[in-house]
């Protein structure tokens, strides 16, 4: 069984923020772009992925995280969607910025070859730790994304699921978001069982940043 953790939005206030040690995702130093296996980084450390639909709105989660150092490129050309982007965090652990996913418009041929590196860091780096899923709270868990945590929940490394744009959904509907990709992930990964959670998010209106940050925190801790 998938070991649920659903955690409920607990916000997170500026006041808090300036009290508390900076999160390690804040002040990460770009490393490298990579386009193609033979230029990622030597494995060496344990790197966390975020990865997602385009537009599911991963770029504002991660420059949210990062405290606004705007750490990823809320609007990418075409050509960068296809980099994994490397960060450095200061405890030394790598953030890699996966290529958006899904996105209709780009030729078929491109879109294949950057979902095949893409398929192959997440079932093959042998230093990646742990998944942050970007999804759109709207729209739950899409058929890629599936995929994708195909790929990687049974090595049971840890993912979280942030459930983004929160800001746009009542309460009703945030809970019934939550309960959703929940099933979906029940029903798709029954057997499985690493410890998955599904954060309600919002990189607009700060909801669960302070969740994510306890998250990724205890991921990266004593590295
Ligand atoms: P990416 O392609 O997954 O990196 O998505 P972006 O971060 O570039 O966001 C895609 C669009 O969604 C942009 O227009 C963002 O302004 C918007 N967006 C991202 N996060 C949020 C959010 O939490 N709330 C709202 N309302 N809009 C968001």
Redesign the pocket.
């Known amino acids: 069984m998938i070991k649920r953790n659903i955690v409920p939005d607990s916000g997170g206030t500026p006041q808090a923020a300036a009290v508390k040690p900076p999160h390690p995702l804040v002040g990460g130093e770009f490393v490298i772009a990579a386009a193609a296996a033979a230029q990622l980084p030597e494995p060496s450390v344990p790197e966390i992925a975020f990865a997602?639909r385009?537009?599911?709105?991963?770029?504002?989660?991660i420059n949210v995280l990062a405290g606004r150092t705007r750490l990823?490129f809320?609007?990418r050309t075409p050509g960068r969607t296809q980099q994994i982007v490397f960060f450095r965090l200061r405890s030394g652990a790598l953030v890699a910025d996966l290529p958006?996913y899904g996105y209709a418009a780009v030729a078929k041929a491109i879109k294949q070859s950057w979902q095949d590196f893409l398929w192959s860091y997440v079932t093959t780096r042998s230093t990646l730790a742990a998944l942050v899923l970007?999804v759109d709270s709207r729209h739950g868990l899409r058929p890629l994304d599936l995929e994708l945590l195909g790929g990687f929940l049974p090595s049971g490394r840890p993912v979280l699921v942030l459930a983004?744009?929160a800001?746009?959904l009542n309460t009703t509907e945030k809970r019934a978001a939550v309960a959703g990709i929940t099933r979906e992930l029940a029903a798709a990964f029954p057997v499985h069982g690493p410890a998955v959670s599904v954060v309600l998010?919002?990189?607009?209106?700060h909801l669960g940043v302070t969740t994510a940050e306890t998250i990724i925190e205890s991921w990266v801790s004593g590295v």
Do not use: E, Q
């Open positions: 997602g385009s537009n599911a709105g991963k770029s504002s989660a990823a809320a609007s958006g970007v983004t744009k800001d746009k998010f919002s990189a607009t209106a």
